[in-house]
């Protein structure tokens, strides 16, 4: 859109998808000879946000009206709120330059810019920011930049979200600035100082979970968080027992999942035997009886335990504790793969689908053979007892489920859902009740050619 004034504030150019009457109420366009008009700028940009919209503005202060008052010329690119046009800046000189050139032939009844909006159309992407509810600060703010160079980059700033317009000077007239204040205008350093971009360092967003003012937002890879000074950010992998704040002002988080601590299994003390009380009744006198009459040195032959004798205790070995280490992977639909460094596992891939179908494995490359998990499964792959404890005490204490004996009775599977994957070891997962079949045929069933279900 091309606004300019003549007699008053009129439209030399409106692109097809707009429609005219809609664009005031739109808040699409604007007078800016009370604001901009006052810096006698020559050219000058401006970035203004709307609820719905977006909308790029270069602007010549310069222009006369028809009575030879002070006007503006403006040219402006409108884009969804949520989009952006990386190379803006460009665009924006071309058509400003063409429409000179019509206004110099006396050719604005030809005007034509097609070809330039099919190029910026083409620059137009998503912004990559999240951010929690947004009340835009209705303040104007001025940046200074020098404007001989591309400032693309500036005009996208994503902490600009947080303001409903910006003008960017040219920095050759800083003499502006006591003008800007003078109107009330703030520069973009007072809003930026209370705006923070947070990023994450992990390559793939499987398995984060982040709340801004404890919302949970949806954050996909390279995107960021764009919040004020006063929000709570807070994170978690998928894993993690509770979330975590952000205690950075900006800048990136280091992720790192929580220290595993595993379950102690109980020490099972030796059974203590009634029988050892008896015989110390039976033998103490008759040991007592026996070193007054002999001496103490026969009496201990006497019962097998003398002075010379070697004793030999046995002590049971102290086997490490075995950590099955896994990586995790969810890049296929909403089910959880592991797999384990464990020289016995590095053969198997396990997953898990809720407690629907609970856990399941199979050999790599042999999917199609995929076995429900079971205690009497694992004996075939681990022949240790212990091992095959130690292992379900680690799987079960990272995601709440069981692993039966042996194989479960088949229930209605559904997919899982990423919110039954948690790390509370108080949310045990209760096995479903099968639903009860019914004797009767199905509706709608004839005799001899019942429905079947």
Known sequence: MIERTLNGLDYDYISSGLNQN???????????RNQVGQFNEGYCYSVKRTAQHLIYSVINTSMKDNAKRNGFLAVRLIVKHNEHITSVMQYLLQITTQYINHIKDSSLNNQNYDLILEEAAKSI????????????????????????????????????????????????SIQNEGVAQQFGF???????????????????????????NEQEVSLAKD??????????????????SR?????IFE???????EEIVLPKRPVLEPEK??????????????LGIAIGYWGIEFAMNLVGIGQKTEVNVALESVKPVDNFSFKIDTAKSKVLY???????????????????????FYKKGEEKNMKALTKAELRSIFHNEDRILLFCDQLTAQIPSDIPEDKPAATNSRPIDSGEITSEKNNKVQPEKPEKQSSQPAKGGTKGNESKV
């Open 186 to 212: 703030q520069s973009t350093q007072n809003l930026f100082g209370k705006v923070r971009k947070i990023t994450f360092n992990n390559t793939t967003t499987n398995g984060l979970r982040v709340k801004i």
């Open 338 to 360: 592991l797999e384990f460094e464990d020289s016995i596992l590095q053969g198997y891939v396990f997953n898990y689908k809720g407690k629907a179908e609970g856990w399941k």
């Open 243 to 247: 979330y975590k704040d952000v205690n």
């Open 125 to 172: 992407k998503q912004n990559n920011s999240v951010n929690p509810k947004i009340t835009t600060d209705k303040t104007i703010f001025y940046q200074f930049l020098n404007l001989a160079l591309d400032q693309s980059e500036a005009f996208n700033n994503p902490k600009l979200v947080y303001a409903s317009k910006v003008y960017f000077l040219d920095e050759q």
């Open 223 to 240: 995107q960021f968080i764009i919040c004020k000074d006063g929000d709570r950010v807070q994170y978690k992998l998928i894993f993690d």
């Open 22 to 32: 809609e664009l005031e109420r739109l808040q699409l366009s604007f007078d800016e």
């Open 273 to 286: 035997s009634s029988s050892g009380l008896i015989w110390a009744w039976i033998i103490g006198p008759i």
């Open 251 to 257: 800048g990136e988080v280091e992720v790192r999942p």
